[in-house]
């Protein structure tokens, strides 16, 4: 999340101006290793204990960097101190430690006073800032364990400049080392804020440097370290900015001391590096800061909504071992949130449904009744803390769309989204699910059983609105047919060309959908006429939109999510409405790029 640019400036003044100054850019993508359909989610391998589900808590930066009146009455970034870290602790014991939330997690600034200035001790370690935290760091730590809760502390990537003191520093507990052999000769800088030495791990020194920060924390009793503006990513590439070597030495170090402690990695972190982040961390950030930096927590435009369009292609990812995490939940404090009661349902939902750790950034002491009932609600909770896979989209990320997963017990967790800014109805087909005929319906945040569907359900939504299901099949397997995109009756206009595609169901693919490119399934034969859920597999690195038409009439622009890179096949359902006998159906780029095809699966009923 959230640290400093370490110059005169706070942390997450700057860091904003960074933001937005590379909000255009975007970081380097390497091919992922893996190939193959995002659909279910992949499970990462754990070790016993290690994040098995995604953590729950209270982190300290929404209110830290909120302009609301009064969070920060003694300047930007204030908030944070010892007597407001504890009242929260109190409140987090009181009132929702019973669901799950044991996590306390103090964020950027600890170290450092009203006017950013750091404190280092003779081993250029951070060091607690006396005004802030005049008891110094452990006594914090003891009074969050007193309450039965654990610990969370935090530190950007590596050495920061201010710790480097002319390269003299001593290395604790490295007998010959100082700062000056743990960084590049010319002190080339790392982090999303370049507030710090990139560490040269050639160096044994490095290594030791950082067990001796590992060694302090664990002293100190902490259960939880977020590692900040970490890279590739954070909005910076290119090997200044690759810190997987930094993350691998933590997870080392971490080892080493014999506590655990659970490692997170942040910010807008590079998909293409998945497998690190995987296997030497507990959960990494897959987007830019939730906050909006405004009179409020945040708001729904700010980044709140860019997180539907961000996760999907990072779904495959989370597993018992680590988790997707898409930043603070701010949903119980009301006005000082930023939100209608509509998009606070919704930010919970999607993170609920997707998985992510859920740790709240309000004021627990003045949690409004309607937030409280969002962060307490077991049977949500139980979405997110349970065995299934994350859900992910069955549909086009278009304004209105539905998520699901499939659960161990054969029910199905299905989310609607209404995105749009005016009320609108969402539909969630069974079709998309993989089966036809009734389904039983429960309202999760409602606690209410509302009987049994036939098909499908249609809900009314209001603006940027959301419902939570669990749907309990009663009918049978849906029946398809599949339809190749390389098959040779098929019709290829514009650039379109077939290609080998290792991931794709027939080693086949239908690429160079751009500038008028077209593809035309021939034979595409049903029953009777009506609307189909048609599933579309497709590879696509970006969210990329394309044109759906049958038979020639008028066509339907949807949008595919992205799947995160150009070796992985994922799914959604788009309804085209056919004819009976046979039809033929096209994907358009039109004027723009559309997704890469490798087939389409018709249901044999509408």
């Given at each position: 999340m959230r640290s400093p640019s370490y110059s005169v400036l706070p942390a997450r003044s700057l860091r904003a101006v960074v933001v937005l100054a590379l909000a255009l850019g975007t970081a380097t993508v390497a091919p992922?290793?893996?190939?193959?359909?995002?659909?279910?989610?992949?499970?990462?391998?754990?070790?016993?204990?290690?994040?098995?589900?995604p953590y729950m808590g209270w982190?300290?930066?929404?209110?830290?960097?909120?302009k609301y009146p009064g969070l920060n009455p003694d300047g930007d970034y204030s908030y944070l101190t010892e007597a407001n870290v504890l009242k929260q602790?109190?409140?987090?014991?009181?009132?929702?430690?019973?669901?799950?939330?044991?996590?306390?997690?103090?964020?950027?600034?600890?170290?450092?006073?009203?006017?950013?200035?750091?404190?280092?001790?003779q081993y250029a370690r951070q060091k607690a800032d006396p005004q802030r935290f005049p008891r110094g760091m452990k006594a914090v730590a003891d009074h969050v364990h007193a309450k039965g809760l654990k610990a969370g502390i935090y530190l950007p990537a590596g050495l920061e400049k201010e710790a480097y003191a002319d390269g003299r520093a001593p290395i604790r507990n490295a007998e010959g080392c100082t700062t000056a052999d743990i960084v590049?000769?010319?002190?080339?800088t790392t982090n999303g804020w370049d507030s710090a030495y990139k560490i040269d791990f050639s160096d044994p020194c490095a290594q030791k440097y950082i067990d001796s920060q590992a060694r302090m924390f664990a002293d100190w009793g902490y259960d939880f370290l977020k590692l900040d503006g970490v890279g590739p990513g954070s909005f910076k590439s290119g090997d200044n900015y690759d810190n997987v070597a930094d993350v691998a030495a933590w997870q080392k170090a971490i080892a080493a001391t014999g506590r655990p402690i659970h490692l997170e990695v942040s910010w807008s972190l590079d998909i293409g590096h998945a497998a690190d982040w995987k296997k030497y961390s507990?959960?990494?950030?897959?987007?830019?800061?939730v906050e909006c930096y405004c009179n409020t927590l945040v708001s729904w435009e700010n980044s709140v909504d860019d997180r539907f369009d961000d996760i999907p292609a990072w779904?495959?990812?989370a597993g018992p071992g680590g988790w997707n995490d898409l930043d603070s939940l701010d949903v119980g404090n009301g006005a000082m949130d930023g939100l209608t009661k509509a998009e606070r349902q919704t930010y919970a939902t999607l993170w609920a449904v997707a998985k992510s750790p859920l740790y709240t950034g309000d004021d627990l002491t003045r949690l409004d009744s309607y937030g409280l009932s969002l962060l307490t609600n077991r049977e949500v909770i139980a979405v997110n803390q349970g065995d299934a896979p994350p859900a992910h989209p069955v549909t086009a990320s278009d304004p209105q769309r539905v998520w699901a997963a499939k659960n161990p017990d054969g029910t199905y967790t299905v989310a609607l989204f209404n995105l749009a800014d005016a009320p609108a109805p969402v539909s969630a087909d069974w079709a998309t699910l993989g089966f036809a005929g009734e389904a039983a319906v429960r309202d999760l945040w409602n606690h209410e059983n509302l009987g049994?569907?036939?098909?499908?359900?249609?809900?009314?939504?209001?603006?940027?609105?959301?419902?939570?299901?669990?749907?309990?099949?009663?009918?049978?397997?849906?029946?398809?047919?599949?339809?190749?995109?390389?098959?040779?009756?098929?019709?290829?206009?514009?650039?379109?060309?077939?290609?080998?595609?290792?991931?794709?169901?027939?080693?086949?693919?239908?690429?160079?959908?751009?500038?008028?490119?077209?593809?035309?399934?021939?034979?595409v034969v049903v029953d009777k006429p009506g609307t189909y859920q048609i599933e579309v597999a497709y590879i696509s690195g970006d969210a990329r939109p394309a044109s759906v038409s049958a038979n020639g009439a008028g066509a339907t622009r949807h949008t595919f999510p992205a799947t995160g890179d150009w070796g992985t096949v994922a799914r959604v359902h788009v309804p085209v409405t056919l004819k009976a006998g046979a039809n033929t159906v096209t994907f358009d780029s039109g004027s723009g790029y559309a997704p890469d095809i490798d087939r389409i699966d018709v249901p044999k009923t509408s």
């Open positions: 992922a290793a893996h190939a193959g359909t995002a659909h279910p989610g992949t499970a990462v391998t754990a070790a016993p204990g290690s994040a098995a589900k982190s300290s930066w929404s209110m830290q960097s909120s602790t109190d409140a987090l014991a009181a009132k929702l430690k019973k669901y799950g939330y044991e996590y306390v997690n103090i964020d950027a600034g600890w170290w450092r006073d009203k006017a950013w200035k750091p404190q280092f001790d590049h000769d010319d002190l080339r507990d959960g990494w950030r897959i987007d830019t800061d779904t495959r990812h049994t569907y036939t098909n499908r359900i249609t809900q009314a939504l209001p603006a940027h609105g959301s419902r939570l299901f669990t749907v309990t099949p009663r009918g049978s397997a849906l029946q398809r047919t599949g339809h190749e995109a390389e098959a040779a009756a098929n019709t290829l206009a514009g650039n379109a060309s077939v290609a080998d595609c290792s991931a794709c169901s027939g080693d086949r693919k239908v690429g160079n959908l751009y500038l008028g490119g077209k593809l035309t399934f021939t034979g």
